[in-house]
Nanobody, 121 residues
Framework: QVHLVESGGGLVQPGGSLRLSCAASGSIFSIVTMGWYRQAPGKQRELVAVITNGGSTNYADSVKGRFTVSTDNAKNMVYLQMNSLKPEDTAVYLC???????????????WGQGTQVTVSS
């Protein structure tokens, strides 16, 4: 079993900051990528930011320059520092990891339950 648990969401005013954390646990052999997606009401899930185990990153155009993704590989954690937040950033933010499990061939994608981020005055 693999579990991803997010934390750090909440209500923030426009222009404010939040830091999301996600911890992966369970029978993990290796993690290939970790990242963040978001889903707003009535919209499709979209990529926010991902980071590989080598440190390469990819961001959605809408968050470049405002959000920063990082990892603590020793702890199997991924973070999302969100600055200059806008109302359009309001969504459920989900952590995802592409990883290999001990004793299981191949890599698979695992998802957290999500954490709500609301940007409003």
């Amino acid at each position: 079993q693999v579990h991803l648990v997010e934390s750090g969401g909440g209500l923030v005013q426009p222009g404010g900051s939040l830091r999301l954390s996600c911890a992966a646990s369970g029978s993990i052999f290796s993690i290939v990528t970790m990242g963040w997606y978001r889903q707003a009401p009535g919209k499709q899930r979209e990529l926010v930011a991902v980071i590989t185990n080598g440190g390469s990153t990819n961001y959605a155009d809408s968050v470049k320059g405002r959000f920063t993704v990082s990892t603590d590989n020793a702890k199997n954690m991924v973070y999302l520092q969100m600055n200059s937040l806008k109302p359009e950033d309001t969504a459920v933010y989900l952590c995802a990891a592409d990883l290999a499990r001990r004793g299981v061939d191949g890599t698979y994608t695992y998802w957290g339950q999500g954490t709500q981020v609301t940007v409003s005055s």
